[in-house]
């Protein structure tokens, strides 16, 4: 197996479920992850939030844990990854709003290579404008969003992935094990039973 070098981006209240899963599952079948955040150090954390659904008519929120950065925002190199991950929660709705990270996403991008975007993951492909002529899915509020944004929206199971080219995307974390296998796939990274 080629050992990839995987970037995510992230910022506070990211998704707790959507940055430790995908975190610690690539390391575990020997990728390189870094999680980077704005402004921050390696060593700094980001407060995670935890997302539920509780038959209400949307989720709920609760503070979560301190995850630790392990790689600074500032030293990267986009050109030392392979692959980025956008995992959702409000702070896409941070990260949506700094140049570096949209060009940063442009850049994987222009340069074919995978992105895995999960729930409000999409509003950064959504602002780094990138969905043009793109199949996608998303958290369900997001579908007028990705409409405007000249890509496709598809209603898919919460437990399913899609993929469109170098793009992964699910609907919310229910959809981890569908998500990460596709993602795999795009990676090249092949597990025997």
């Known amino acids: 197996m080629v050992k990839s070098r995987i970037l995510m981006i992230v910022e506070d209240y990211v998704e707790d479920y959507e940055v430790m899963v995908p975190f610690q599952a690539l390391q575990t079948v020997g990728h390189v992850v870094h999680v980077v955040c ?103 509020a997001l579908q007028t969003d990705i409409s405007n944004a000249g890509g496709e929206w598809v209603d898919i199971d919460m437990d399913d992935a899609l993929v469109d080219g170098n793009l992964v995307t699910a609907q919310a974390w229910n959809a981890h094990p569908e998500w990460l296998a596709k993602f795999l796939e795009l990676l090249g990274t092949k597990i025997e039973p």
């Open 38 to 140: 704005p402004g921050r150090e390696e060593g700094e954390t980001v407060v995670t939030a935890i997302h539920d659904f509780e038959n209400e008519d949307t989720y709920t929120e609760r503070r979560g844990h301190n995850f630790e950065l392990n790689e600074t925002f500032d030293d990267i190199d986009i050109n030392d990854y392979n692959a980025l991950i956008l995992p959702g929660g409000r702070s896409s709705e941070y990260l949506r709003l700094c140049e570096e990270v949209l060009d940063m996403v442009q850049h994987f991008n222009d340069e074919n290579k995978p992105i895995a975007a999960m729930c409000h993951g999409v509003q950064i492909l959504i602002s780094a404008d990138i969905l043009e002529g793109k199949r996608c899915t998303g958290y369900p």
